[in-house]
């Protein structure tokens, strides 16, 4: 039973660069979650998306967006690297159905390590 | 104010010792609650979800207190392999979404 798979595993931009994070979600699950780890610090919920839409988002600008994809799996994109977007950016997945039950449902990705130079 | 709040540490303990943590939250609509263990340049796994009646998971017990707004953490006869920032996680869930907030993370260290 695969994972939660992330691409790329690491990556170095250029300030002003844009860059797309890809992630396929754990079989089965049908909704896609994005979080941003700086070194240090607790994941931050960028945003969720589920039915190709998003659907909540947390307190992060409009240069990161992204995209779900009729098979589940999504796509983050940040426009306009800063050098603070280096961080370790996370793709977690779970099922719409387990949502409010008491379990987390939560399977998360590797993750992708972005350096911004 | 952080919606999850946890002290950073480092806990820095010998082996075989028990070691607590706390995490406060802020919303006190929050549903579910839970701890996640983070190895050094991974990705977060579940530990354990938390119950308002308090749960036991081998030398793992966790506990919520929902009217002080906390849940805790308590390891006992800790092992080397217990090393990890512990991330505490919390669900306000509503009925339009379900992301799970993430406090800060505590590390702890177990010293032979």
């Known amino acids: 039973d695969a994972g939660v798979t992330q691409s790329p595993t690491h990556l170095i931009k250029t300030r002003g660069q844009q860059v797309t994070l890809r992630c396929s979600p754990k079989s089965g699950h049908d909704t896609v979650s994005w979080y941003q780890q700086a070194l240090g610090q607790g994941p931050q919920f960028i945003f969720q998306y589920y039915e190709e839409e998003e659907r909540q988002r947390g307190n992060f600008p409009d240069r990161f967006s992204g995209h779900q994809f009729p098979n589940y799996s999504s796509e983050l994109n940040v426009n306009a690297l800063l050098l603070g977007d280096s961080a370790l950016y996370l793709c977690?997945?779970?099922?719409?159905?387990?949502?409010?039950?008491?379990?987390?449902?939560?399977?998360f990705g590797s993750g992708t390590r972005l350096t911004v130079v | 104010r952080k919606e999850v709040e946890q002290d950073p540490g480092p806990f820095n303990v010998p082996e075989g010792a028990t070691v607590a943590f706390n995490c406060t939250y802020s919303?006190?609509?929050?549903?579910?609650f839970f701890w996640y263990r983070q190895d050094c340049r991974k990705e977060p796994k579940l530990l354990m979800s938390v119950y308002s009646s308090g749960n036991e998971d081998g030398r793992f017990t966790a506990q919520l207190n929902r009217a002080s707004q906390y849940i805790s953490l308590l390891i006992r006869d800790s092992k080397l392999s217990d090393s990890a920032t512990y991330l505490c996680?919390?669900?306000?869930?509503?009925?339009?979404?379900?992301?799970?907030?993430f406090g800060s993370g505590t590390r702890l260290s177990i010293r032979p």
């Open positions: 919303n006190s609509a929050s549903q579910s």
């Open positions: 996680v919390v669900s306000p869930y509503d009925s339009s979404a379900s992301k799970i907030i």
């Open positions: 977690a997945s779970s099922l719409e159905i387990d949502r409010g039950r008491m379990r987390a449902g939560y399977t």
